[in-house]
């Protein structure tokens, strides 16, 4: 019953940027103890980590998006986000939200958005 809804893709040029967001339902309560993180499918490739950010605020990224790329988070709002700076048509990708803690009893990810870099 817990809902994760993103937003923010859409098609950009290559150099551009976009911001993206992940909006957790009202069930969670208990919104800081989740690892929130962005994963990214492109076509013919497996998911994969783009970036995490605990509830303290540590972040990890993968080293593509490094420079480029900043998560946060709202934890009263219980919302993620996502700056993409720098767009390549490489980050093309549908974008998902995942929320998890850290046993991973729960997971769970959104319905994805589509980001399209043009080159």
């Known amino acids: 019953q817990v809902q994760l809804v993103e937003s923010g893709g859409g098609l950009v040029q290559a150099g551009g940027s976009l911001r993206l967001s992940c909006v957790a339902s009202t069930r969670i309560f208990s919104f800081y103890a989740y690892i929130m993180g962005w994963y990214r499918e492109a076509p013919g490739k497996q998911r994969e980590l783009v970036a995490t950010i605990t509830g303290g605020g540590t972040t990890n990224y993968t080293d593509s998006v490094k420079g480029r790329f900043t998560v946060s988070r709202d934890n009263p709002k219980k919302t993620l986000y996502l700056q993409m700076n720098s767009l390549k048509p490489e980050d093309t990708a549908v974008y998902y939200c995942?929320?998890?803690?850290?046993?991973?009893?729960?997971?769970?990810w959104g319905q994805g958005t589509q980001v399209t870099v043009s080159s």
């Open positions: 995942n929320a998890r803690v850290s046993s991973g009893v729960y997971n769970y």
